[in-house]
T-cell receptor, first 118, second 109 residues
Framework: GAVVSQHPSWVICKSGTSVKIECRSL??????MFWYRQFPKQSLMLMAT?????????EQGVEKDKFLINHASLTLSTLTVTSAHPEDSSFYIC??????????????FGPGTRLTVT | GQNIDQPTEMTATEGAIVQINCTYQ??????LFWYQQHAGEAPTFLSY??LDGLEEKGRFSSFLSRSKGYSYLLLKELQMKDSASYLC??????????WGAGTKLIIKP
């Protein structure tokens, strides 16, 4: 099946610093990737949709200057949390669509990145 | 607006059967997904229904009624490892996934 990796799996950073999270589709080309955030005991919240070669589409309420998304290739999307603050501490999960896979619109999830800002 | 409802939490006994319901009101419908998510991990795909009826896959089955805006996930022969959150998600007319808040399933021995 389609595999999506994320790196790092966890990161601790100081307030005010920036953190970059990578999301890779390992065995398929993903024209569309998604970035989610999940706070404890809550469901997934879509932050943005990342399309290869174009600007990401951000959901309402998500600051695009704070959460920078780059989808430079068909297998890699990055999320950079700029000037991180403790309230940005969360579980960040990426997913990707495999157009050639079992289901046209099924999303394959990465293992997630737990960010803690101190 | 778009809305997906599922119970917040359910408890069941090991070896038993449990049914997790999901009702939805969305702008258009292009299929419904069920995902399993263990604590601290990413969701994993369980099922996809786009036509009415029951889809069976081992111990897990998923049912859809489009006219009623209703789906359920049926888990049989429950095992302790089935303790997890179960997420219902609908693909709307724009092919965007709309997520439910998830149902936390607790399995007791």
């Amino acid at each position: 099946g389609a595999v999506v990796s994320q790196h790092p799996s966890w990161v601790i950073c100081k307030s005010g610093t920036s953190v970059k999270i990578e999301c890779r589709s390992l065995d398929f080309q993903a024209t569309t990737m998604f970035w989610y955030r999940q706070f404890p005991k809550q469901s997934l919240m879509l932050m943005a949709t990342s399309n290869e070669g174009s600007k990401a589409t951000y959901e309402q309420g998500v600051e695009k200057d704070k959460f920078l998304i780059n989808h430079a290739s068909l297998t890699l999307s990055t999320l950079t949390v700029t000037s991180a603050h403790p309230e940005d501490s969360s579980f960040y999960i990426c997913s990707a669509r495999d157009p050639g896979g079992r289901g046209l619109y099924e999303q394959y999830f990465g293992p997630g990145t737990r960010l803690t800002v101190t | 607006g778009q809305n997906i409802d599922q119970p917040t939490e359910m408890t069941a006994t090991e070896g038993a059967i449990v049914q997790i319901n999901c009702t939805y009101q969305t702008s258009g419908f292009n299929g419904l997904f069920w995902y399993q998510q263990h604590a601290g991990e990413a969701p994993t795909f369980l099922s996809y229904n786009v036509l009415d009826g029951l889809e069976e896959k081992g111990r897990f089955s998923s049912f859809l009624s489009r006219s009623k805006g209703y789906s359920y996930l049926l888990l049989k022969e429950l095992q302790m490892k089935d303790s997890a959150s179960y997420l219902c998600a609908v693909l709307d007319s724009n092919y965007q996934l709309i997520w439910g808040a998830g149902t936390k399933l607790i399995i007791k021995p």
